[in-house]
């Protein structure tokens, strides 16, 4: 069964940059799309990035030029690099797998395997 680990996370200041990673045990992932998703506090959950099996990628636009998804095979990990982080982004960070061979693309709905979610928090 797919289980999803992220244990990054922690409590940053304004500007920082934070490498959160998100390992999957149970099978491989490779050939997945994989997706990374943060709810702040009162809010939806909103799709920040996601990769498809060729390696392709899309992102929020808010945040596009500021993050990095990546993944590696062999270690099943996904990775979300984001830089410059503002307090509005403090959120619970969430990765999840949605199905073989499905192009990248934003939005919860191709998504059906989620991990626990990491708070990052950034102070000003």
């Known amino acids: 069964q797919l289980h999803l680990v992220e244990p990054g996370g922690g409590l940053v200041q304004t500007g920082d940059s934070l490498r959160l990673p998100c390992t999957a045990t149970?099978?491989?992932?490779?050939?997945?799309?994989m997706g990374w998703f943060r709810q702040a506090p009162g809010k939806e959950r909103e799709s920040v990035a996601a990769?498809?099996?060729?390696?392709?990628?899309t992102s929020l636009d808010s945040v596009t030029g500021r993050i990095t998804i990546s993944k590696d095979n062999l270690k099943s990990t996904l990775y979300l690099q984001i830089n410059s982080l503002n307090p509005a982004e403090t959120a619970v960070y969430y990765c999840?797998?949605?199905?073989?061979?499905?192009?990248?693309?934003?939005?919860?709905?191709?998504?059906?395997?989620w991990g626990q979610g990491t708070q990052v928090t950034v102070s000003s």
């Open positions: 990769i498809d099996w060729r390696d392709t990628t």
């Open positions: 999840a797998v949605g199905p073989k061979w499905a192009p990248a693309a934003l939005g919860t709905n191709f998504f059906g395997a």
């Open positions: 149970g099978r491989t992932i490779d050939t997945n799309l």
